[in-house]
C-alpha cells in the first residue's frame, strides 16, 4: 500500500505538466489542442490526490475553458459545476478563496 501512494505521488509533477500545456494551448488560442492536455491533467491528479481535491477543481476550471471556447457550452458547463461543487464548501487559505473566486466566476461566464 505505500508504494501505491508513493507511485501516485509520482503523477503529480505528471499532471502539473499537462496542466501548463492546456494553460498554453488556452493562451495561443489553441483550444482544441487544450482540451486533451488538461483532461490527462485532471485523471493524473485525481489519482494522485483523489475526486474533490482543489486542484482537481483548479484543472476542471482549464478544462473547461477549452470546451467553452470549442463552443462546447455543456461540457464546460459540467466542469465548471464540478469545480465548484468542490471548492464551494471548502474553507482555508488565501489559495482556496482564489480558487471558489475563479470557481464562481467561471460560472458566471456560461450566463454571458
Do not use: K, Y
Amino acid at each position: 500500500m505505500t508504494s501505491r501512494r508513493v507511485d501516485d505521488e509520482a503523477l503529480i509533477p505528471q499532471a502539473c505538466r499537462w496542466h501548463d500545456l492546456a494553460e498554453a494551448h488556452l493562451a495561443g488560442g489553441r483550444h482544441r489542442e487544450a482540451i486533451p492536455a488538461a483532461r490527462r491533467a485532471v485523471s493524473l491528479l485525481e489519482r494522485a490526490c483523489g475526486r474533490r481535491h482543489p486542484d482537481v477543481a483548479n484543472v476542471l476550471g482549464c478544462l473547461g475553458h477549452g470546451w467553452l471556447a470549442s463552443g462546447d457550452v455543456v461540457r464546460s458547463s459540467r466542469c465548471f459545476r464540478r469545480a465548484w461543487a468542490i471548492l464551494a464548501p471548502l474553507r482555508g487559505d488565501e489559495t482556496i478563496s482564489l480558487l471558489r473566486s475563479v470557481a464562481l466566476g467561471n460560472l458566471g461566464a456560461l450566463h454571458q
